[in-house]
């Protein structure tokens, strides 16, 4: 399954185009407005989400609810096209870029007059259509068992460090919360962080972890680096604008570790068939997935748009500025978290239909049961 995105932050919708996706899945369209839903809520957020109502248009690729086979496209409309396609041109004279955006070098790169074209569409709008195309792989996810889930474990200074074990109630405080950490008192302190924040005309980050559960082991392979589902889980979590650390399983605490200590050792039960009483490789092995759940953290930068600015220049006259202010979050990790269920559901779906086949949904749930039915069986 390949994506491309189109759309600017200001433009008049967000696009998407979603090839070989497999037919005769039946696709809830008030899920998949759920999941968008759930990217704009947080914390922190500015106030274009109190305009915005994402909510998905299906173009092409599903007739009577049911996938064809042929591409899917979907549109996203941005509701504040209409409060800025007029005044859009005549601000066209941006040249103080945001040090931490992509504002310097994309002006440079594109040889722009403004900055304004490099604000829109590098801006993580985007990743409404992301969290889109993460719905549809979450769609066949389900159907197969695999449930994908995310929780936010730091903002600022502010760090839950529980090992969390995925449950209804679990998943119903990190839901309840509005920084999508499941831990009560840990929440406020993590709101308060965001208020200290902006109330001094600032931004602040902070991290997530996302888990998938349920897996089949052998999903990615160690044959080429290009093939290893680590390396590409990696490099999507990498890819969500923000982030700037990825992390699988106890990744960074395994540089300190023994051998024997670090490798979650393999023991076999009658009932359970192959288990392991620790997950410090994060459910993956030699660029495959072992059958444990696939444990991903991320870290995320504060927001680069500050009210009070930062220090940079005018590009043409070279003389010391302030950043420009742009409507911006405070902070956006809650939403990113988001993100990151849709990146890691898209590379665990792609992973899936490499090995399974990728035409139509029958056939895949078919050769997905009899692999299940062969391990079992060893
Ligand atoms: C969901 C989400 C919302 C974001 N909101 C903003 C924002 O309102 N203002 C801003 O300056 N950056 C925001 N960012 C971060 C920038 O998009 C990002 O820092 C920028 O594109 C530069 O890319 P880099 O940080 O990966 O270098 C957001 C990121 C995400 C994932």
Redesign the pocket.
């Given at each position: 399954m390949k994506y491309l995105t189109a759309g600017e932050s200001h433009g008049k919708a967000i696009v998407g185009i979603i090839d070989s996706y497999p037919s005769g899945v039946r696709i809830d369209i008030d899920f998949i407005n759920n999941e968008l839903k759930r990217?704009q809520k947080g914390f922190g957020?500015?106030e274009?989400m109190a305009i915005e109502d994402d909510r998905v248009d299906i173009i092409s690729g599903i007739r009577k609810e049911k996938s064809t086979g042929s591409p899917i496209s979907f549109l996203i409309y941005n509701k504040d096209w209409k409060n800025w396609k007029d005044k859009i041109d005549k601000e066209d004279n941006l040249l103080n870029p945001?040090p931490?955006?992509?504002d310097f070098s994309g002006l440079l790169k594109y040889h722009l007059a403004s900055i304004r074209d490099t604000i829109e569409r590098?801006?993580?709008r985007e990743?409404a259509a992301r969290v889109c195309v993460g719905s549809f792989a979450k769609i066949i996810l389900k159907m197969l068992g695999i449930n994908i889930f995310s929780y936010v474990n730091q903002i600022g200074k502010v760090v839950y460090k529980n090992d969390v074990k995925i449950n209804l109630d679990i998943v119903k405080k990190t839901e309840d919360s509005q920084v999508r950490c499941p831990d009560n008192k840990k929440s406020l302190e993590m709101k308060q962080e965001i208020i200290k924040a902006s109330e001094n005309g600032n931004?602040i980050g902070g991290g997530f972890k996302i888990i998938a559960t349920n897996l089949v082991p052998g999903i990615g392979s160690y044959n080429q680096g290009s093939s290893r589902i680590d390396a590409k889980i990696a490099y999507s979590i990498m890819s969500?604008?923000?982030?700037?650390a990825v992390e699988i399983g106890e990744g960074f605490k395994s540089a300190g570790m023994k051998g024997t200590d670090f490798h979650d050792k393999i023991y076999y039960d009658d009932k359970k068939g192959f288990t392991r009483r620790t997950n410090n490789a994060g459910g993956i092995e030699g660029g495959m997935t072992n059958g444990e759940p696939i444990i991903i953290g991320a870290k995320?930068?504060p927001?680069?748009?500050t009210v009070k600015g930062i220090e940079t220049v005018n590009i043409k006259s070279k003389k010391k500025e302030i950043s420009l202010k742009?409507r911006?979050?405070v902070c956006?990790v809650p939403?990113?978290s988001i993100?990151g269920e849709a990146m890691l559901s898209i590379e665990i779906l792609n992973g899936i239909l490499e090995k399974f086949g990728k035409d139509n949904i029958d056939e895949i749930i078919n050769n997905y049961n009899s692999y299940k039915e062969y391990i079992n069986k060893i």
């Open positions: 990217r957020r500015g274009r945001r931490g955006h992509a590098s801006s993580a990743t931004s969500i604008p923000g982030i700037k995320m930068k927001i680069p748009t742009e911006s979050d956006a939403s990113a993100v």
